[in-house]
């Protein structure tokens, strides 16, 4: 009989619709938090900005602070038809740019797609992504996307449908890297004065920059989750924090981007990895990794079948997480991107 932690309908749950938040907590840090104490096995319920009474002088909080920036652009393929254009990555290789296009017919090499002033011709097809070179330099491209793309919203927050507010309310308060398509959303809960108090209380924290691709929102659409293929994301960490790091005592990572970043650098009981360079990862947790890097893990409530969901079953396993997000449902926990967060402390 096959391990139902292999399984994609195994992470399945039933989340009524109205749990799906399309803003965030008038105040960031007012969202909601359930604590789970691994060692104690108990679940705490409170307010975000009471996370002060679980973290301590001993803790090391770790941030992802990369950037979302606007990567939706809408214009027309040359022969009509409406099309979107969807960057995945800021970063150039070539001359030509990873997107995802969605417009009716078949696309193909050398399709070309308007928006604006500006053309893009297919070079390349990979699967389901799309290679396009852009007819202006990369300086103009990026000055492009920041007056005529749409922040990126997921599709479950108002039909991913932004406007100016999420330009705001879709971005940490500590975000500098420019380069993601998608919110480490863990974050998006810290204010500025609640890192203030944390700090006052001895709390660190250091900061890694893993820009979010396709690799963390894409679907996983194989029966046996061992057979899905992570795409590769690309991250970078500071010679300051990796000493930061391996001088921690208890390090509590923000976010799942975060903990793929820490788990893909920790070998052998310590952290390393090329310090300053541009890394990349596929790392897929799952039941059946075993989860050494961190002490702890601060996140959403995350999609049913998602890789999400599995990565926080790798700490905890697959029924007890299934077990929080029922009591999640019944206490009526707001979910996804701008919902309430997730405490697990190991």
Not at 285 to 290: E, R, S, T
Request: glycine fraction near 4%; proline fraction near 3%.
């Amino acid at each position: 009989m096959q391990n139902k932690d292999y399984l994609l309908e195994s992470y399945d749950y039933y989340l009524p619709t109205e749990l799906i938040a399309q803003r965030p907590a008038p105040s960031r840090d007012e969202s909601r938090l359930l604590v789970y104490d691994v060692n104690k096995d108990k679940v705490f319920h409170c307010k975000f900005k009471e996370i002060e009474k679980f973290v301590n002088n001993d803790h090391r909080l770790v941030f992802n602070q990369t950037k979302v920036f606007p990567c939706r652009l809408f214009g027309h393929k040359e022969s009509g038809g409406k099309a979107e254009i969807f960057i995945l990555s800021l970063i150039p290789h070539d001359d030509v740019y990873q997107v995802l296009i969605r417009c009716r017919g078949k696309k193909k090499i050398n399709d070309k797609f308007i928006v604006g002033e500006l053309t893009f011709t297919i070079s390349e097809i990979e699967n389901d992504c799309f290679y396009v070179k852009a007819s202006c330099s990369h300086q103009e491209f990026c000055h492009f996307l920041e007056t005529h793309a749409k922040i990126p919203i997921p599709p479950y927050i108002r039909d991913g449908v932004s406007d100016s507010q999420d330009k705001l309310d879709y971005q940490t308060v500590y975000a500098k890297d420019e380069g993601s398509v998608a919110a480490p959303t863990a974050g998006l809960h810290f204010t500025s004065d609640l890192l203030s108090r944390l700090e006052s209380n001895g709390v660190k924290k250091s900061f890694v920059t893993l820009h979010v691709g396709i690799g963390t929102f894409k679907p996983i659409t194989t029966d046996n989750i061992l057979e899905h293929q992570m795409h590769t994301e690309n991250f970078i960490v500071s010679q300051k924090t990796l000493s930061e790091l391996n001088q921690s005592k208890k390090i509590i990572a923000v976010g799942t981007t975060t903990l793929r970043t820490l788990e893909s650098i920790y070998k052998d009981s310590c952290f390393d990895c090329n310090a300053d360079q541009l890394l990349s990862t596929n790392i897929f947790l799952h039941p059946g990794k075993d989860v050494k890097s961190i002490d702890g893990l601060l996140t959403n409530f995350h999609l049913p079948k998602s890789s999400l969901l599995m990565l926080v079953s790798s700490l905890i396993g697959r029924e007890k997480t299934l077990e929080l997000y029922k009591i999640a449902v019944e206490q009526k926990y707001r979910f996804f991107s701008y919902g309430d967060a997730m405490l697990i402390l190991r």
